[in-house]
């Protein structure tokens, strides 16, 4: 029996997020930024040799067949043909319908976590285009560096970006991405523009082109948003709920923090150009 392998699934932000056009099968066009955050969820797997996949603690709101992290290990035993099964263990931090990319993050954990367990040996570009099959998001967890993203948010080209310290506040309310995306009043022509002028720019030009939309229906986001902005510049990441900001150190960061737990679920965390999960993994 092998050692258990314990992992991190990080939490991401989108920098920024605009949306440049919609596609004839309903997808969205995207340009956006991302960046890993030393925190999110724990992840712990210990090989079966019986080909069983047990996930625990069960998840409420989500049906087995649905989790992201064992449809992930039923895809990776298709692919590969493997009779070797896990006992998968999650310690979760990141709220769901946060647009911290926590089920994505939890899918490209366990692609690559089971692919070591297993001794698979495909590759990350093997894996990220399974992960993409699971959601557009999967494959810049599985690549593992901070990331400029087109298309559907699945062409990735690695950037490196500023690393403050972050406070990401949760409003406590779950955002229905689907109806984000499907609002009328989504901004969906947003001009494209190149990596090298988003990336010049910086955080000074950087918009979420789905915040507009998300202040709409739901108020309590609208609220932290307006709280966050009277510390630092707030933004949404992905469709929300999640908000945040950047400051220079952990000591600022962590007094912002602290005041916004009065009102709402809050951490502190610092931005990360490289993957956690890559740093676990040796890789």
């Known amino acids: 029996m092998s050692q258990p ?16 056009g919609r596609r004839a099968d309903g997808y969205h066009e995207l340009q956006t930024l991302f960046q890993f955050l030393d925190h999110g969820d724990t992840l712990t797997f210990e ?41 998968i ?26 692919n070591r367990l297993w001794a698979l040996g495909l590759s990350l570009k093997q894996l990220a285009e399974l992960g993409l099959t699971l959601g ?38 779950n955002v229905a991405t689907g ?16 990596m090298a002028r988003a990336l010049q720019g910086g955080a000074s030009e950087w918009r979420n082109d789905c915040e507009t939309v998300v202040r709409a229906r739901y108020p309590q986001v609208a609220e932290a948003l307006d709280w966050l902005s009277r510390h630092a510049a707030s ?8 908000v945040y900001a950047a400051f220079d150190s952990a000591e600022s960061a962590d007094r912002v923090s602290r005041a916004a737990e009065q009102y709402w679920q809050a951490f502190t965390a610092r931005g990360l150009n490289t993957s956690p999960l890559h740093d676990a993994l040796g890789d």
Do not use: Y
Request: aromatic fraction near 4%; hydrophobic fraction near 45%; charge should be negative.
């Open 89 to 114: 263990q999650i310690e979760k931090r990141l709220p769901m319908g946060g647009g911290l990319g926590g089920g994505s993050s939890n899918a490209a954990t366990a692609l690559l976590g089971l």
């Open 179 to 194: 109806a984000v995306f499907t609002d009328q009043q989504l901004t969906r022509d947003s001009r494209p523009i190149t």
């Open 5 to 20: 392998l314990v992992l991190p699934a990080p939490a991401k932000l989108n920098r920024m997020l605009h949306i440049t």
């Open 47 to 87: 090989s079966r040799d019986d080909s069983e996949l047990r996930l625990s603690p069960a998840f409420a709101d989500v049906a087995e067949q649905d989790n992201l992290i064992m449809r992930a290990a039923r895809l990776l035993q298709q692919a590969t043909g493997t009779r070797l099964g896990a006992d």
């Open 136 to 173: 557009a998001d999967v494959p810049v967890f599985v690549h593992g560096h901070a990331a400029w993203a087109e298309g559907v948010g699945e062409r990735l080209t690695p950037v490196t970006l500023d690393t403050p310290w972050f406070v990401v506040i949760h409003p406590g309310v």
């Open 235 to 242: 933004m949404l990441t992905g469709t929300g709920a999640c």
